[in-house]
DNA sequence: CTGAGATCGGAGAGCGCTCTCACGCCACTC
DNA sequence: GAGTGGCGTGAGAGCGCTCTCCGATCTCAG
């Protein structure tokens, strides 16, 4: 086979149709306003020739790639330890899929490649973008705002609370936390510990508030700093028990972190959740289920969230031009549920 | 700010730099034949105006799009248990980006998705196509072998045996599981059990095929049909205690699978490694570091093989034009390691 | 100082498509 | 039976870029 097939162009489907290019593409385009019988014989000439558009050529007219970029800023950290992103990639990839258009993955290791990233937004390769970016001192989406490509974000942008204008999508990060440390007092418990997560994230920084909320006046040794990690998990729980050996809760601001304190936790001849509960968050299931015990944990709807981020930048694309504001929500916040199993 | 800021074209930097747009282009693709002074007034305009290549205009006359399609079938079994993909989709990132190619993610979802896929890529939207498919059954590949695509495959797709002209990378499954087997005989076990991950997958059938290869007199029965869940490697497990109370190792195709079978040897009260030794495969860390005792395991490189299938298909696009056959490997098969914890 | 050879820069023709216009043809009205 | 809409169709002009000529310029030997 050789590779220089040539693919068929609009004008060869018209010449086998008996059809100028212009019918043609009014058929390939919805065929509104062309006779049935013609419809049918360029449809016939289009089977049969197995043509296709070239994307290519219809961009440069149209100036519409139908296409979305998806950025996730510095991978390293949470992505590969959890389905997090997967599964957002999933709902992400149904909805753009469900509305023909293509998806484009950005995945960015450090500075450099941010330049790069506002260059290719900012270029007009895509139609939007979806952005994850969890650092607070992210230049990322700055740059991105500032490169006029409409954009939705995954997770509340740090510096979103001020300004509006600010599209995103997050879980209820602080309500969740609410409803586990709720949980905990449920159970009888009176000294709830906090291990946080990386507080150069949001979803850090919203569960200890939310931890805050329930329980202002607790005593400020019962937070101990994580970083979403087990060994961070583990290493907080250590302080917290040397600080507080009286503690009866621990709320993890995620499942990894929970497994590490669970370790901790055994090895210091605590009894999970006799002696000490413990509840985690996201349900992460290779984590939570394989935790033992199984881990209590707060859930979120990650793949809705996904999805639910692409409906958003679509609805911007199609619908209102670039009015913005009107009808655009700022932000969007997904309800969590608790989950019980056997460690709260 | 409108969203009808025109971005610049190549005429404008021509005309702000007062050279011809020929001129331009040569700089913005190398500059070579562009005498110095003139290279750095260009450049200067380029600067000045932010001007960026419409890469639909360049690909309608290229022909080529610096793009290259990752198709992940049947996103549900693995993709979302374990950081496989998103390791080797960073992998394949790096590489990519490397020679300033992007990125389009299909994720396909059952049979539907199938004709669209095909379609997009026999379109010409992308270069080129990396591929996972992992069930032995799924017509996709045959789909896109069929488009004329260049593509390389993730793991050794099922009917590569007899046909050459399919590249893919894939870990040496069959090795690893050599490996693992002699570890635990190793270890001075004498009745090595194995329980088999989804056998409508190549990969777990190569590791069947290892596991055999070292014992090959197994009695059949200290081998179990598992699925690559945890779920599956308890029933499993239950069931091989059962017909054979007295094994003394267990090779889990997974470690999602050897993390449930622990469980359930922990119920049965079998000491894990004094009773029974297990050995999982994959090193995935979320899993083999968090059970109770720390996973022995067989580590694959995936980033490097995500990387290694982008660097195979973009040789092939840039050098041999079409050839392919000659110097174009057929199949590379990465190494594993053993990893040693505590459970074996 | 001239001419050959080498090199650099510019004009222009498309790539395949969409979209605006203008025209032709029909049904229908008076 | 001629006039009048209105719908359907086709012609043609680009979208922004690359790349092939070909003419202009420069260099250097004779």
Redesign the interface.
Known sequence: ?????P?PTLEAVAALAGVSRATVSRVVNGGDGVREPLVQRVRRAVDEL?Y??????R??VTKR?D?VA?VIAE?ETR?????F???Q??GI??EL?AQDS??????T?GRD?HA?VG??L????VDGALVFSLHLDDPLPGLIQGA?V?TVFGGRPGWSDGRGGVTYVDSDNRGGAREAVRHLIGLGRERVAHITGALDQTSAVDRLDGFRDVLPDADPRRVAEGDFT?AGGERAMRELLARCPDLDAVFAAND?TA?GAL?VLREQGRRVPDDVAVIGFDD????A????PPLTTIRQDIEEAGRLMARLLLRRLNGC??GGGEGMPTGVVLPTTLVRRSSA
């Open positions: 086979m050789t590779d220089t097939a693919r197995g296709v558009p070239n994307q290519a050529a961009s440069l790639h296409a998806v991978p992505v590969f330890a959890d389905p992103f997967a599964l990639l999933r990839s149904k899929t293509q998806l484009v993955l950005l995945l290791e490649d790069r260059r290719y900012a270029g007009g390769h006029g409409p087990p990894l497994a370790r992460m299931l290779a984590v289920e394989q935790t033992d031009g670039g």
